[in-house]
C-alpha cells in the first residue's frame, strides 16, 4: 500500500483437477515402504517417475534398494551443489535416467516436462507439500498419476491431505500390484 496505488490481489487455490491426477494410496507395514516402491514401478511402467522421501537417508536407501532390483536411480536432495542438481535434471530430462529420488527441496518450483507419475514414499505432515508435490505430474494437457505409501502411524496425516482435498483417499492393495503393467 506504501509503493502502489490501489493494488489488488489475485490469488489462486492450489489444488489440481482431480481428473487430471490419478490419485491412489496404499498401506504399507514400515519394513515394506522401499520395496513396494519397486513394485509400483513394475507395475505401473511410468516413462518417468519423482519418487519423494521425507529425509536424505530414506532417499538414500532407496537408491540403494532400487538399484538391487536393477533400476537406474538419480538423487535430487539439499546436499547437492547446483552444478550436481542442474546435471542431474540433464539427465533425468532426457530419458537416461526414469527415476528421479528426491527430498522436498525439488517439490517446489520444479518443472518437469511430461513427468508420467510421482511417488510419495513417505506421506508428508504438510498436506500442502503433498499438493505441490503430486502437482510435478499432470501438468497442461497431460495426465498424471501419483502413488501414495502410508502406514498406519500416517493416517493422520493422510487424513490432513482428505481435509486439504476435500474428497477422502482411494486405497488399494498392494498384493493386487503385478509387475506386467496390467490392472487398475
Known amino acids: 500500500r506504501q509503493f502502489m496505488r490501489q493494488p489488488q ?6 489444488q489440481h483437477e ?16 522401499l520395496a ?8 505401473y511402467r511410468p516413462e518417468s517417475t519423482l519418487a519423494f522421501c521425507n529425509t536424505k537417508q530414506q532417499c538414500r536407501d532407496l537408491i540403494d534398494v532400487l538399484h538391487a532390483q536393477g533400476f537406474h536411480v538419480l538423487a535430487l536432495h539439499g546436499e547437492l551443489d547446483q552444478r550436481d542438481r542442474d546435471q542431474v535434471m540433464v539427465q533425468f530430462a532426457n530419458r ?26 513417505d506421506v508428508t505432515p504438510d498436506p ?4 505441490h508435490r503430486i502437482g510435478r505430474t499432470g501438468r497442461g494437457d497431460a495426465e498424471g498419476l501419483a502413488l501414495n505409501l502410508a502406514s498406519l502411524d500416517e493416517m493422520g496425516s493422510v487424513g490432513k491431505i482428505e481435509q486439504l482435498q476435500g474428497r477422502e483417499s482411494r486405497w488399494f492393495p498392494l498384493v493386487d500390484l503385478t509387475p506386467t503393467g496390467s490392472g487398475p
Open 9 to 14: 490481489e489475485i490469488s489462486l487455490p492450489e
Open 18 to 33: 482431480a481428473d487430471k491426477i490419478r490419485q491412489r494410496f496404499f498401506e504399507v507395514a514400515p519394513d515394506q515402504r
Open 36 to 43: 513396494a516402491v519397486g513394485l509400483l514401478l513394475r507395475h
Open 96 to 121: 537416461s535416467c526414469s527415476v528421479l529420488v528426491a527430498t522436498d527441496v525439488a517439490a517446489r518450483g520444479l518443472d518437469i516436462a511430461n513427468l508420467a507419475a510421482v511417488i510419495n514414499v
Open 128 to 131: 500442502e507439500v503433498h499438493i
